[in-house]
């Protein structure tokens, strides 16, 4: 094994607290790390904190939460009344929830065939996204004219009827068919 300089490990403590300062945390991240391995995980206390609140920081600004979570873990081993600490992991554990429910709701988005992610889809529905799209609208410009076809019923229809009439107004042909017994008026 070989040995190193004491020296020239703090150095490369010290270049990676300065490639962290000017934001290149990818950089600071392999930097403190090598440090880490080099120094074989071997600190005083205080070395060991201030080590792990580097990292913390680095793996916030990569929204790395669950390596955040696991470096103030580590933290709170060494010192575990220090306040920094524990409002860090209120924080990531805040940051790390709203990445779940924003990608949740993202991953919901997509899925969803519907226009709006709560509504259930019924196969009428789908029909005429369907009917609107093969005549070459984007789901986009679709839930435009629904929006628009609902506000200029006052709210009183809702998506289902607003497609039907935008269908209609657009001279495409539906089903001729078409059960009108589902389309339900908006009370509010």
Known sequence: MTNINPNDNRNLYENAKQVLESGNFEEAEQQFLQYLKLNQHQ??????????????????ALHQYPKAKEC?????????????????????????????????????????????????????????????????????EIDYKVKEAIKKMKGWIDEKTALFVVSKELGIELDTKTDLSGIELNEG
Request: avoid cysteine; glycine fraction near 4%; proline fraction near 5%.
């Open 43 to 60: 600190f005083t206390p205080d070395e060991g904190l201030e080590f792990f609140m580097q990292m913390i920081r680095i793996y916030i």
């Open 72 to 140: 103030i873990t580590y933290g709170l081993t060494i010192s575990p009344d220090k306040p920094e600490l524990q409002s860090l992991l209120k924080q990531v554990i805040t940051h790390e929830t709203m990445k779940k429910a924003v990608s949740s709701l993202r991953s919901d988005a997509l899925t969803s065939e519907s226009l709006t992610p709560t509504d259930t889809v019924s196969k009428k529905k789908m029909e005429y996204i369907k009917k609107l799209e093969e005549y070459g609208l984007t789901r986009e």
